[in-house]
């Protein structure tokens, strides 16, 4: 590992201010190096403040790292974090990273997508410097996978951190659309991938894509007229880093993992279903269904009054009993 990297881990761990002698004594390098390398972290587009004999701090400035992520987080849950300017896809490239048979989670988190994408293949919008692109990257979960529970409680997990970091309140639209005052703020692709070795399952990854610190007004006409919403405002004002928001959700997803399967995240994902009670048309390939949804069952399924279930489709329209 380069000096400069060493130096941005150790300003990442430590609270508050650490001084260049303390750097350098425990880098076991020079003062000339630790200067060399925190101009080279500058240049690099961090905020390093210093002055007088306080040392060195690292600031969060926006621009998404992996220090500044793991500073935010808690939990103990081995994990990989890879942050990249630009992919095509987070989702695509845990993929990729899915065929070097990894043991253990990797997040794989973008500035932006060039070909981001959703449910249907449809185009997630996704600029740079303002929105959240994360994929994490599952491949010791596939004996106990439960596809329906899983997405649910991601759509739980996301709403719980929003709700306590920027104080606003989410519903969701089932099964994987996180709402704020009606608008879509979030959305979250769950995929299985197969492992062709074997014929079965090989890892499962979850995409979640938030339009976090995007401005309303940068959406396209086609984009905002699908009722597309925005955290900014709560976001900015709660002051709440993009690297803060995702430490947070990474701690509640992986906490979220050990018990998903009991269906402990259901009776909060009925609270916050928008859905309930209401009459709907959900779309599975070409048919059209009409009915008011009951419930969303125990293991992720939309119900009907009429007795249908649904584990697999599209809502295409609500309307208010």
């Known amino acids: ?36 390398g925190i101009n080279t972290l500058r240049d690099d587009g961090y905020v390093i403040e210093s002055g007088g004999k306080r040392g060195y701090h ?32 987070t989702n695509a490239k845990a993929k990729e990273l899915s065929t070097k048979h990894p043991t253990t989670p990797i997040a794989i988190i973008a500035d932006t997508q060039t070909a981001g994408y959703g ?8 600029p740079a410097g303002t929105g ?27 709403s719980q951190t929003i709700s306590r970091l920027l104080g606003v309140e989410p519903t969701i639209k ?15 692709l769950t995929e299985g991938i197969a492992d062709f070795e074997t014929r079965g399952l090989g890892a499962v990854i ?9 401005p309303a007004a940068a959406f396209p006409p086609e984009v905002a007229g699908r009722g597309v919403g925005t955290l900014e405002e709560a976001a900015k004002k709660a002051g709440v880093s993009r690297n803060v928001f995702i430490g947070a959700y990474l701690d509640g997803l992986l906490g979220m993992l050990n018990s998903y399967t009991t ?8 609270k916050r279903c928008d859905l309930i009670g209401k009459a709907i048309t959900i779309q599975q390939g070409t048919t059209k269904i009409t009915g008011t949804v009951q419930t969303i069952n125990n293991v992720g ?21």
């Open 1 to 36: 590992m380069e000096s400069y990297h060493q130096i941005l881990q150790l300003l990442a761990t430590t609270d508050g201010f650490i001084s260049g002698q303390t750097i350098a004594d425990q880098l076991n390098c020079s003062r000339t190096a630790v200067w060399k």
């Open 58 to 89: 690292l600031a969060d400035n926006g621009k998404l790292a992996v220090p500044l992520i793991q500073r935010a987080m808690h939990s103990t849950t081995p994990l990989s974090i890879e942050v990249a300017a630009t992919l095509p896809s």
């Open 119 to 126: 449910r249907q293949g449809r185009t997630f919008f996704s």
């Open 132 to 158: 959240i692109y994360i994929t994490l990257l599952l491949p010791h979960l596939t004996n106990s996978l439960n596809p329906g529970l899983l997405t649910t409680s991601t759509a739980v997990v996301l």
């Open 174 to 188: 089932w099964v994987n659309d996180v709402n704020v005052n009606g608008q879509k703020v979030a959305g979250i």
């Open 206 to 214: 979850i995409g979640t894509g938030i339009n976090y610190l995007t």
């Open 263 to 270: 269906g402990k995240y259901m009776d909060e994902y009925r």
């Open 301 to 321: 399924q939309l119900v009907l009054t009429t007795g249908q279930v649904f584990s697999a489709g599209e809502v295409t329209k609500v309307r208010p009993q």
